[in-house]
């Protein structure tokens, strides 16, 4: 098992900052069985997509095109968590935030089936 749990979201006006963070645990974590770490998005009433992720060792990361010139994600292996640094924010970035592991890929993992362990999730709110 694998435990994900997100922190970070909140209120920001429109060209704002927020960091989300993802600690992980479980008796299955290990920096061998961890792969990657990726963040998922979804808004109301639409489908759960990709944002960005990184590998656990090595520190490949994958972003969503509409996130790569703002958003950074980052790790962090000795406290064993990922942050998802998020500038320039807008409206339309409103959505619950999800952490995710998917153990396996050779390149970032970007469809939702590639993963199996989900947070929770926490809300941003970005208003106009």
């Known amino acids: 098992q694998v435990q994900l749990v997100e922190s970070g979201g909140g209120l920001v006006q429109a060209g704002g900052s927020l960091r989300l963070s993802c600690a992980a645990s479980?008796?299955?974590?290990?920096?061998?069985?961890?792969?990657?770490l990726g963040w998922f998005r979804q808004a109301p009433g639409k489908e759960r997509e990709f944002v960005a992720c990184?590998?656990?060792?090595?520190?490949?990361?994958g972003y969503a095109d509409d996130v790569k010139d703002r958003f950074t994600i980052s790790r962090d292996n000795a406290k064993n968590t990922v942050y998802l640094q998020m500038n320039s924010l807008k409206p339309e970035d409103t959505a619950d935030y999800y952490c995710a592991r998917a153990q396996w890929g050779i390149t970032p993992p970007r469809r939702r089936s590639s993963y199996d362990y989900w947070g929770q999730g926490t809300q941003v709110t970005v208003s106009s």
């Open positions: 479980g008796r299955a974590f290990s920096s061998n069985t961890m792969g990657w």
């Open positions: 990184i590998r656990w060792s090595g520190g490949n990361t």
